[in-house]
């Protein structure tokens, strides 16, 4: 992976003042992503969200200048999914649009989650995405590891085979230790690791995950990088954020763009003016009294 340091703040607001990196050596990404995770709905059971806001917020991002889509095939609530709202905003997709999905849960059409899949229903689970997405290729496909498996080399070999097949570009891992990354990456290469991980919630043990996929340019991907539902009512993160006349979800964006040259940062929001609040972070940069401010406050 090949890092290109941030570039200098535009005018307006782009993707592109993020930076990039060269995620598994040929694919170029604007470290400034986007998560569709909650398009269909603001939560597994609902509320639904409006799929035209939706749709008007995919298309806009890529406006902006997003270039990294993060799905699943398993976003879905009742009958709109994540991947059908991105091919309806975006199909046929531009190039250059990386669209990153994943694999592992299993769920019924009623929403209810089934036992992780086995490499089987890895397969079958590729096959979805490809259809859903109406791609040939899937960019980069993750391997979403649930609580209960200890072992991911299993279902990780099912979906390297697909890569060898060509229906995959990159692997990913997600939810995983560093020793479930070294399973996987005694399979096959690992282009991308998707952990939980903020500002504020981040534990050690995933701190030295991304010091590692750092020293090793593998990316390292946050989930729920605002902390998943609201943005959390921190006294240091708003000082921050009054500091440089921004919000605290810019400072939560920011700080992960800051802390490691790695890091691909995918918020996702449904509302159209959270979206250029989120992509207009990419131009925030932080300094040593911030970060120290902001390190203070998680370790308290
Ligand atoms: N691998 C995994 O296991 C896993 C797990 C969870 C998520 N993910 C991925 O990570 C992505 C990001 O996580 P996420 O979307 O769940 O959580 P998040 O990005 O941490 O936060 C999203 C929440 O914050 C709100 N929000 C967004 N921008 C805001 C702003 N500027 N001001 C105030 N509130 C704001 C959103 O509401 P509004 O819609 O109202 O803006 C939404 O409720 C997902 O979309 C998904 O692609 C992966």
Redesign the pocket.
């Known amino acids: 992976m090949t890092i290109t340091p941030h570039s200098s703040a535009p005018d307006s607001v782009h993707a592109s003042a993020a930076g990039s990196l060269l995620l598994g050596g040929d694919l170029p990404l604007s470290r400034m992503g986007?998560?569709?995770?909650?398009?269909p709905a603001?939560d597994w059971d609902g509320p639904a969200?409006d799929p035209v806001q939706s749709v008007a917020v995919l298309r806009r991002a890529v406006e902006l200048g997003v270039d990294h889509?993060?799905?699943?095939w398993f976003?879905f609530h009742e009958d709109v999914s994540?991947n059908g709202l991105i091919r309806e905003a975006l199909h046929p997709y531009r190039d250059g649009l990386v669209i990153?999905t994943?694999v592992g849960p299993g769920r019924n059409p009623d929403g209810s989650w089934q036992d992780p899949a086995g490499p089987a229903e890895v397969r079958a689970a590729v096959h979805r995405n490809l259809r859903e997405l109406g791609v040939d290729r899937l960019d980069l496909v993750?391997l979403?590891r649930m609580p209960s498996q200890k072992s991911i080399a299993e279902v990780f070999a099912a979906l390297a085979e697909l890569r060898e097949e060509g229906l995959v570009r990159h692997l990913g891992v997600?939810?995983v230790d560093a020793a479930q990354l070294a399973e996987a990456e005694a399979v096959a290469p690992v282009a991308a690791v998707?952990?939980?991980f903020?500002v504020l919630e981040h534990s050690a043990q995933d701190a030295a995950l991304l010091a590692d996929c750092t020293a090793r340019g593998i990316a390292f991907?946050?989930?729920?990088?605002?902390?998943?539902?609201?943005?959390p009512a921190d006294p240091a993160l708003q000082r921050v954020a009054d500091r440089h006349g921004a919000?605290?979800?810019?400072v939560?964006v920011a700080w992960l763009l800051a802390v490691s040259p790695s890091i691909l940062a995918?918020?996702?929001?449904?509302?159209p003016?959270?979206?250029e609040?989120?992509v207009a972070a990419a131009s925030l940069r932080l300094g040593a009294e911030d970060l120290a401010e902001l390190a203070a406050s998680a370790g308290a």
Do not use: W
Request: aromatic letters at 10%; hydrophobic letters at 35%; a positive charge.
């Open positions: 986007f998560g569709a995770m909650k398009l603001r969200c889509i993060d799905t699943a976003y994540a990153a994943k993750y979403r997600s939810n998707q952990n939980r903020s991907v946050p989930f729920f990088p605002l902390g998943g539902s609201g943005v919000t605290r979800a810019q939560m995918i918020p996702g929001t449904s509302s003016a959270h979206l609040e989120n």
